[in-house]
């Protein structure tokens, strides 16, 4: 059975950093993509960034420069740095893994990034950055 956790959200004041992490438990990490995204209530689910198993990351303009994605497959964890942080990145964060493989070479980075492309979820860590 997969499950997906996340970890190491928090209350940060603005242009500081947090570091999320992601386990997996039944899923080989390296044999997956993964991918982190967010979600306000009462908004639709975004995709922040995505790394595949050789390590090529695709980020979201908003993530681009501040946000740094990572995975350590003998641990079986993935990681989101957060550097500079600002008040609107307050978001609920979620890990996901695809099951259905490698994405075409011609693929967008938004369509990499789309939540439905995604099959497993954790449950989600709050980041809350004051001003």
């Known amino acids: 059975q997969v499950q997906v956790v996340e970890s190491g959200g928090g209350l940060v004041q603005a242009g500081g950093s947090l570091r999320l992490s992601c386990t997996a438990s039944?899923?080989?990490?390296?044999?997956?993509?993964l991918g982190w995204f967010r979600q306000a209530p009462g908004k639709e689910r975004e995709g922040v960034s995505c790394?595949?198993?050789?390590?090529?990351?695709y980020y979201a303009d908003s993530a681009k420069g501040r946000f740094t994605i990572s995975r350590d497959n003998a641990k079986n964890t993935l990681y989101l740095q957060m550097n500079s942080l600002k008040p609107e990145d307050t978001d609920m964060y979620y890990c996901?893994?695809?099951?259905?493989?490698?994405?075409?070479?011609?693929?967008?980075?938004?369509?990499?990034?789309?939540?439905?492309?995604?099959?497993?979820w954790g449950q989600g860590t709050q980041v809350t950055v004051s001003s």
């Open positions: 996901a893994a695809r099951q259905s493989g490698r994405f075409s070479t011609y693929s967008s980075t938004s369509y990499r990034l789309a939540p439905y492309n995604y099959n497993y």
């Open positions: 790394i595949t198993w050789s390590g090529s990351s």
């Open positions: 039944g899923l080989p990490l390296d044999t997956y993509v």
